[in-house]
């Protein structure tokens, strides 16, 4: 693997983090600059920071750990589009769209960090 970027669990986030900036971050209004979209922006940029930070930590147990801060991220998101829906600031659907790409990232998330549990620690 070249790098982080090959990973299906970096790319899902990806996908999700783009979802937010150039589909959610729109709708909202500007008075939310500060608030909302500021969190949902931080949290949805955290989700590939952490996979992209673990990665090149290169030991198997910091990179799970960095995976799991992702995918706690991934679940900020999803709190965020649930207020944003809640307060009427998106539609159902803008929000079930968001919800799928939240649930693929946490499931492919997962599957990686199973895989690198039990990865044969390189140090020992």
């Not at 900036?21 to 500007?30: A, C, D, I, T």
């Not at 930070?53 to 706690?72: I, P, Q, V």
């Amino acid at each position: 693997m070249k790098d982080f970027r090959e990973l299906k669990c970096w790319q899902a986030c990806r996908e999700l983090q783009l979802f937010v900036v150039k589909k959610v971050v729109p709708l909202l209004p500007k008075e939310e600059k500060y608030r909302l979209v500021d969190q949902i922006v931080r949290a949805a940029r955290s989700t590939t920071a952490n996979i992209a930070e673990g990665y090149g930590r290169y030991h198997y147990l910091d990179n799970a750990k960095f995976c799991s801060n992702s995918r706690g991220s991934s679940y900020e998101v999803l709190d965020r589009l649930q207020a944003a829906r809640d307060e009427e600031l998106i539609s159902e659907e803008t929000f079930k769209e968001g919800e799928v790409l939240v649930w693929d990232a946490v499931k492919i998330t997962n599957g990686y960090m199973n895989y690198l549990k039990k990865a044969k620690d390189p140090n020992a």
